[in-house]
C-alpha cells in the first residue's frame, strides 16, 4: 500500500506503537501516536517522538485520534477498547501492526503461532535457516516488532514471525507464505469474553489469506485446528508425536521423520536435540517441516538443532545451590505452559504460581501438583484464588514479593528439590511483563549467599 501523505493514528506508544510510527514517518506517512498511560509510564517513547519529531499524545485518546485515514493498533490494546469502538463506529479502517509491517516486508514471511511454544519455535526456526545459510530475522511477539526490520528483508530473505492472537485480531490481509499454529488451548479467555471459540478464531486467521501457493503446518495431535482449517485452499502439512504423517513431520522411536507423499527419510534423533522435553521435540518437529520444503540437507538441520540453546525465561536454569535446582519459567503465562514445566521434572517441586489471572482453570494440573509439588507459593492478585484452589491438599502460602518467595525455599527447599517461578499467569499486577518479572526472579537468585 502506498502511505506516502497519509495520516495514520497508531495507538499504543511501546515497542510495536514506537516503531510502527517510525515506519510510518520513513515511507512519508504523517503518524499520530496516542497512549492512555501517563507520561511517565512512556519515557522511552516520549524521547524517540521528541527526536524524530513525532506528533503524540499520552494520557488520554482524543477527538484527534480520529482525524487519520486509518489506524494502527499495538497488541496490548484491547480488541474492545473504547478508543477501538468508537473508531469502528465511526468508521474508520484498523490494522495491527503485523498487518502494517508486512506490507513493506519483501521477504518470506513465517508466521507462528499457538497458545504455547511460539518463542522456543520461532527461536529455533530463526537459528535454523541462519545457521543452514539462509539469511532469515525473528520478529514479531518474539520482542522485536516487525514494523521494526520490514524493510531490511530482502526477496530471498526470511522473516520468522512470532504471531500472537492479539497481534492478529485486525489483520485484513495478512498473507504469510508459511503459517504455523503449534496448538490451541484455552487462554487469554479474560480478552475474549471468556469464549474459547472467539480465541480460537483469533489463531485461525494467521491462514484465513493463504492460497494454494503458500504452506499451512498444523499440530496433527490438537483437534481445535485442523478441523477449522481442512476446506482452506492452502498447502497442508502436519506433525505429529503420536502417528506417522503422510505429508509433514513425525516422532517415532526416537527418529525424527519427514515424509511426503510416500517417501519418508529420517532427519535426525530426538537426542540431537540440546533442548529436552516432549513439548520441544514438538516444536522442531514442526521447524523440520519447513526446512524441508527449503530444501535444506538432513545434516545441517541436525547440526542446527544440536546447537540451539533455547530461549531466556522458559523452562531456564538460573543456579544450583545447596542441591536446590532454581529455573525461570516466566514466561508460562497460562495454565498449560506450566503443565509443560511440571512434567519436566522428576524431583519435588517448590512452585512460584499467581500473577493477573486470565480466566485460569486449576483443575487441568490438580493431579500433577498432587503428585509433584511440595509447596505453592502464592503471589500477585490471584494469590487467594490459588490458595483457595490448591490449598486443600498442598501446602500453599501467600507471599507478598519474588524475593520473600526465593528467601523462605531457600530455607525451606531440601537439596535434590526445584525452585520454579512458572506463574501460570500474566505479570502485569506487580511488572511490566513477563521479562521484567524473570529478570527480577534470576536477580534474587543469583544474590542468594
Not at 516520549?46 to 486509518?70: L, M, P, R, T, W
Not at 539462509?134 to 516487525?146: E, S, T
Request: glycine residues 6%; charged residues 25%; contains cysteine.
Amino acid at each position: 500500500m502506498e502511505i506516502a501523505g497519509k495520516k495514520i493514528a497508531i495507538i499504543g506508544a511501546v515497542k510495536s506503537g514506537i516503531a510502527s510510527a517510525q515506519l510510518a514517518k520513513k515511507l512519508g506517512a504523517v503518524p499520530f501516536v496516542s497512549d492512555g498511560s501517563p507520561k511517565d509510564k512512556l519515557l522511552h517513547a516520549h524521547q524517540v517522538f521528541e527526536k524524530e519529531n513525532i506528533a503524540y499524545e499520552f494520557g488520554e485518546h482524543s477527538a484527534k485520534v480520529y482525524d487519520c485515514d486509518f489506524i494502527v493498533t499495538s497488541p496490548g490494546v484491547p480488541t474492545n477498547s473504547m478508543v477501538l469502538s468508537t473508531a469502528i463506529e465511526k468508521g474508520i479502517k484498523i490494522y495491527s501492526e503485523v498487518e502494517f509491517a508486512s506490507w513493506f516486508c519483501k521477504g518470506s514471511i513465517i508466521s507462528i503461532t499457538g497458545t504455547n511454544g511460539k518463542t522456543t519455535t520461532t527461536a529455533l526456526m530463526n537459528h535454523t535457516l541462519n545457521e543452514c545459510g539462509i539469511k532469515c530475522f525473528a520478529a514479531g511477539n518474539i520482542g522485536n516488532p516487525f514494523s521494526e526490520i520490514a524493510l531490511e528483508v530482502k526477496e530471498d530473505e526470511f522473516v520468522a514471525l512470532e504471531t500472537s492472537s492479539f497481534q492478529l485480531d485486525f489483520t485484513v490481509k495478512f498473507k504469510p507464505h508459511f503459517s504455523m499454529i503449534l496448538n490451541i488451548t484455552p487462554d487469554h479467555l479474560d480478552r475474549y469474553d471468556n469464549n474459547f471459540d472467539k480465541y480460537a478464531a483469533s489463531k485461525i486467521r494467521i491462514a484465513a489469506n493463504q492460497t494454494e501457493e503458500d504452506f499451512f503446518i498444523y499440530n496433527a495431535d490438537d483437534t481445535n485446528t485442523f478441523e477449522t482449517m481442512k476446506n482452506s485452499r492452502v498447502q497442508k502439512l502436519a506433525f505429529s508425536l503420536k502417528k506417522e504423517i503422510p505429508v509433514g513431520a513425525y516422532h517415532k522411536n526416537g527418529d525424527m521423520c519427514f515424509a511426503w507423499f510416500g517417501k519418508v527419510s529420517k532427519v535426525c534423533s530426538s537426542n540431537d536435540l540440546f533442548i529436552k522435553g516432549e513439548h520441544n521435540i514438538a516444536n522442531a518437529l514442526a521447524v523440520m517441516a519447513i526446512a524441508k520444503l527449503l530444501n535444506i540437507p538432513n545434516q545441517k538441520i541436525r547440526d542446527a538443532f544440536a546447537s540451539f540453546k533455547g530461549v531466556e525465561h522458559r523452562i531456564e536454569f538460573v543456579r544450583e545451590l545447596e542441591g536446590v535446582e532454581y529455573y525461570n519459567d516466566s514466561k508460562a503465562t497460562n495454565v498449560d505452559s506450566v503443565i509443560v514445566a511440571l512434567k519436566t521434572f522428576t524431583k519435588p517441586i517448590y512452585l512460584i504460581l499467581g500473577g493477573k489471572d486470565k480466566g485460569n482453570n486449576y483443575d487441568d494440573i490438580k493431579e500433577l501438583v498432587k503428585e509433584n509439588v511440595k509447596k505453592i507459593y502464592a503471589i500477585g492478585v490471584s494469590a487467594q484464588k490459588v490458595e483457595d484452589y490448591f490449598g486443600a491438599f498442598v501446602q500453599t502460602e501467600k507471599k507478598e514479593s519474588l524475593l520473600a518467595c526465593v528467601e523462605a525455599a531457600r530455607n525451606e527447599a531440601e537439596a535434590g528439590s526445584v525452585l520454579l517461578l512458572s506463574p501460570a499467569c500474566a505479570s502485569f499486577d506487580m511488572f511490566e511483563d513477563y521479562m521484567h518479572r524473570g529478570n527480577i526472579f534470576k536477580q534474587v537468585v543469583k544474590g542468594l549467599k
